[in-house]
């Protein structure tokens, strides 16, 4: 474990010497830490899916399109509760990927008055190709830590979401 200090510790120590009255800083530490390993991570898969021409969320509809198996179509409805974007959010993304020939918009063939959103052929192989990359740029981010560690990461994270979850809103 690393005793190294860094930017978080500097403002814990900043905030001990100006207010010595706060007793106990380590849920700012933990959460300063973990905002600030999400501003990397997001940062280097947002340049990873810019240099394949796509946006965050946009590889999100893709690959939540890709993952339902073929025929590779979801109704929007599921697609933005699975995503937990709002539906104009959803909106946006689903324009620009059709722009881009990703997506179809399509009628469905149960009800008519509905629509489907169905990966296209160029959108399968855009999303194929991409998560070959993705895997390997998740892979660079975690470097440094051994099985064992992202093992006790992965727990953690996990019993942690389930709790914040359980919570009411």
């Known amino acids: 474990m690393s005793e190294e200090h860094d930017a978080v510790d500097l403002i814990i120590n900043q905030w001990r ?3 010595p009255d706060l007793q106990n800083l380590d849920a700012m530490a933990l959460l300063g830490r973990m905002t600030r390993c999400f501003q990397l991570v997001q940062k280097q898969m947002s ?10 969320g946009e590889f999100d509809v893709l690959a ?21 974007v709002s539906s104009g959010t959803m909106t946006h993304r689903l324009q620009g990927l059709e722009k881009q020939g990703l997506i179809e ?29 993705h ?4 892979e660079n981010l975690l470097e440094g830590l051994d099985a064992t560690q992202r093992q006790n990461l992965n727990a953690l994270l996990r019993d942690w979401m389930r709790l914040l979850e359980s919570r009411p809103a």
């Open 135 to 138: 895997l390997a740029n998740e």
């Open 105 to 133: 918009r399509i009628a469905d063939p149960e009800d008519a008055r509905r629509i489907l959103v169905r990966l296209s052929s160029a959108g399968l192989a855009c999303v194929d190709a991409v998560v070959v990359d």
């Open 64 to 84: 939540s399109l890709r993952r339902s198996g073929p025929p590779y179509t979801l109704a929007p409805t599921a697609l933005f509760s699975t995503l937990m």
């Open 17 to 19: 010497e100006q207010r």
């Open 47 to 56: 340049d990873n899916f810019r240099r394949h021409g796509l946006q965050l």
